[in-house]
């Protein structure tokens, strides 16, 4: 069984920068692909970033394009995010799935989430 934990968020103003981290455990099949997503109050759960196994392929939602970057080393997870918005405020999931497949930008496409760690990004 997979089991993740997210680390690293917290607050920052608006421009600035803060990096998640993901630890993985388990079996390597069950993290073929492994994402982060958020959600917002009173929002759905949404898409951010994601990076296959090999990590040669990842994949961005387009509102964090060119500000976000995915990658992983030896069972971690990170996400540095550059020139924050407030609108990037959220709840922040490391998710892991086992699917085949590229791209795997939905919910559906992942059975593991971590707890989450919130990010406040101030105006």
């Known amino acids: 069984q997979v089991h993740l934990a997210e680390s690293g968020g917290g607050l920052v103003q608006a421009g600035g920068s803060l990096s998640l981290s993901c630890r993985g455990s388990?079996?390597?099949?069950?993290?073929?692909?492994m994402g982060w997503f958020r959600q917002a109050p009173g929002k759905e759960r949404e898409f951010v970033a994601a990076?296959?196994?090999?990590?040669?392929n990842t994949d961005y939602a387009d509102s964090v394009k060119g500000r976000f970057t995915i990658s992983s080393d030896r069972g971690m997870l990170y996400v540095q995010m550059n020139r924050l918005k407030s609108e990037d405020t959220a709840v922040y999931y490391c998710?892991?799935?086992?699917?085949?497949?590229?791209?795997?930008?939905?919910?559906?496409?992942?059975?593991?989430w971590g707890r989450g760690t919130l990010v406040t990004v101030s105006s």
């Open positions: 990076i296959d196994w090999s990590g040669r």
């Open positions: 998710a892991a799935g086992s699917g085949w497949g590229w791209p795997r930008p939905t919910v559906l496409d992942y059975s593991t």
């Open positions: 388990g079996k390597a099949d069950d993290m073929r692909t």
